[in-house]
């Protein structure tokens, strides 16, 4: 039966370029928008639900952040891009969470597309497209929904802890996508664990009709993580070796260490992909060699039987004269000699290590 899949991704195809159509199914009632406005001495945040509350951010003497939440508001967000003057194919790759991480850089600003990934209580990974606009003096985020990995950054700016108070936008975007690379170090260490876990088992001979499920489940959540890592060395590559006017080249040796840890997670992806495959020859190695075991047993089984069986079968026989019958202790000499071959056979059996 096959399954049921999500067409919504699909409502694209045909239309206009630079049409802002939102392809996910996460449909928040409400727009939800976080506004961090900062310099050295002074600190304002606010929540907004009107996009026109924004706009006053945009060439102030403050570094701004705005964090928009629920994608499925295309007008507000088109609102938005308007007043910033984003590019309408900006606009359309936003709200396309299918969307590969990327960077594109334009005159007045530049564009980025990462995948934010987290286990949510269950262990589920969870994957959400995480959207940036870097300007002279803000930084835009889109959101599917509320609920992030930034929480971290958000008490850095209330608190004043660190240089992010005292640095520009592209600082700020850059402790955003260190959050978000922070969290891949979890969901990999998780991953780590999950494939210890089912190893353990494995080799524990604890192998249930889950286990092929669950080594079939971790690899596509170990390609999930890969499709989302990968493309995202190319992105901070292109931030180290272009030059923009947007991003200081102090604040470069900072993305160069964003750049150290994705090499660091991809390793580690790598690895636990050949781990997978090895988890997974295990396992049939395992059902393999319990197969084996019962053939061996009902071979044995067999191979004493089978002698038994036929001198049963010759002395079943329906002719008139057997000489043999006739005889006072023929059955309980015909007894003897069948428990003598079955231990005879035993003893055989036993020498030979068969069991």
Same mark, same amino acid.
């Given at each position: 039966?096959?399954?049921?899949?999500?067409?919504?991704?699909?409502?694209?195809?045909?239309?206009?370029?630079?049409?802002?159509?939102?392809? @996910?199914?996460?449909?928040?009632?409400?727009?939800?928008?976080?506004?961090?406005?900062?310099?050295?001495?002074?600190?304002?945040?606010?929540? #907004?639900?009107?996009?026109?509350?924004?706009?006053?951010?945009?060439?102030?003497?403050?570094?701004?952040?705005?964090? %928009?939440?629920?994608?499925?508001?295309?007008?507000?967000?088109?609102?938005?891009?308007?007043?910033?003057?984003?590019?309408?194919?900006?606009?359309?790759?936003?709200?396309?969470?299918?969307?590969?991480?990327?960077?594109?850089?334009?005159?007045?600003?530049?564009? $980025?597309? %990462?995948?934010?990934?987290?286990? *949510?209580?269950?262990? /589920?990974?969870?994957?959400?497209?995480?959207?940036?606009?870097?300007?002279?003096?803000?930084?835009?985020?889109? +959101?599917?929904?509320?609920? *992030?990995?930034?929480?971290?950054?958000?008490?850095?700016?209330?608190?004043?802890?660190?240089?992010?108070?005292?640095? /520009?936008?592209?600082? $700020?975007?850059?402790?955003?996508?260190?959050?978000?690379?922070?969290?891949?170090?979890?969901?990999?260490?998780?991953?780590?664990? &999950?494939?210890?876990?089912?190893?353990?088992?494995?080799? $524990? @001979?604890?192998?249930?009709?889950?286990?092929?499920?669950?080594?079939?489940? %971790? &690899? &596509?959540?170990?390609?999930?993580?890969?499709?989302?890592?990968?493309?995202?060395?190319?992105?901070?590559?292109?931030?180290?070796?272009?030059?923009?006017?947007?991003?200081?080249?102090?604040?470069?040796?900072?993305?160069?260490?964003?750049?150290?840890?994705?090499? +660091?997670?991809?390793? /580690?992806?790598?690895?636990?992909?050949?781990?997978?495959?090895? $988890?997974?020859?295990?396992?049939?190695?395992?059902?393999?060699? &319990?197969?084996?075991?019962?053939?061996?047993?009902?071979?044995?089984?067999?191979?004493?039987?089978?002698?038994?069986?036929?001198?049963?079968?010759?002395? @079943?026989?329906?002719?008139?004269?057997?000489?043999?019958?006739?005889?006072?202790?023929?059955?309980?000499?015909?007894?003897?000699?069948?428990?003598? #071959?079955?231990?005879?056979?035993?003893?055989?059996?036993?020498?030979?290590?068969?069991?």
């Amino acid at each position: 039966m096959a399954k049921k899949r999500n067409k919504k991704a699909h409502k694209k195809i045909g239309s206009v370029p630079g049409s802002v159509i939102y392809t @996910g199914n996460k449909e928040s009632k409400e727009l939800f928008i976080e506004v961090f406005d900062y310099n050295h001495d002074k600190f304002l945040e606010k929540q #907004l639900n009107k996009v026109e509350d924004t706009f006053d951010f945009k060439l102030n003497d403050c570094v701004s952040w705005i964090n %928009l939440n629920g994608l499925n508001h295309v007008d507000s967000i088109e609102k938005l891009g308007l007043h910033f003057n984003l590019h309408p194919l900006v606009l359309e790759d936003i709200v396309n969470i299918s969307q590969r991480p990327k960077i594109d850089e334009y005159e007045d600003y530049i564009f $980025l597309v %990462l995948k934010m990934l987290y286990y *949510d209580g269950d262990e /589920n990974i969870i994957s959400e497209q995480v959207s940036f606009i870097l300007g002279p003096n803000y930084v835009l985020s889109f +959101q599917e929904s509320e609920g *992030d990995v930034f929480d971290s950054v958000r008490d850095r700016i209330r608190q004043g802890k660190g240089r992010v108070r005292t640095m /520009n936008a592209d600082y $700020l975007l850059y402790i955003l996508m260190d959050s978000i690379i922070d969290y891949y170090f979890n969901v990999i260490e998780t991953l780590g664990y &999950k494939i210890e876990d089912l190893e353990t088992d494995i080799f $524990l @001979g604890n192998v249930e009709n889950t286990i092929n499920k669950d080594i079939r489940d %971790l &690899k &596509k959540e170990i390609l999930r993580v890969r499709r989302a890592i990968f493309p995202l060395r190319e992105v901070i590559s292109r931030i180290e070796k272009h030059d923009s006017h947007l991003i200081a080249s102090t604040t470069k040796n900072y993305y160069r260490d964003i750049y150290d840890h994705l090499i +660091q997670v991809s390793e /580690n992806i790598d690895i636990y992909r050949e781990m997978i495959w090895s $988890l997974m020859d295990m396992y049939m190695t395992t059902i393999s060699n &319990k197969m084996n075991e019962v053939m061996k047993v009902l071979t044995i089984m067999a191979s004493i039987f089978i002698p038994l069986t036929f001198i049963a079968g010759i002395y @079943g026989m329906n002719f008139d004269y057997i000489p043999e019958l006739h005889f006072k202790y023929s059955y309980f000499i015909l007894w003897g000699v069948m428990i003598m #071959l079955f231990v005879a056979m035993l003893i055989y059996f036993k020498r030979k290590k068969w069991l």
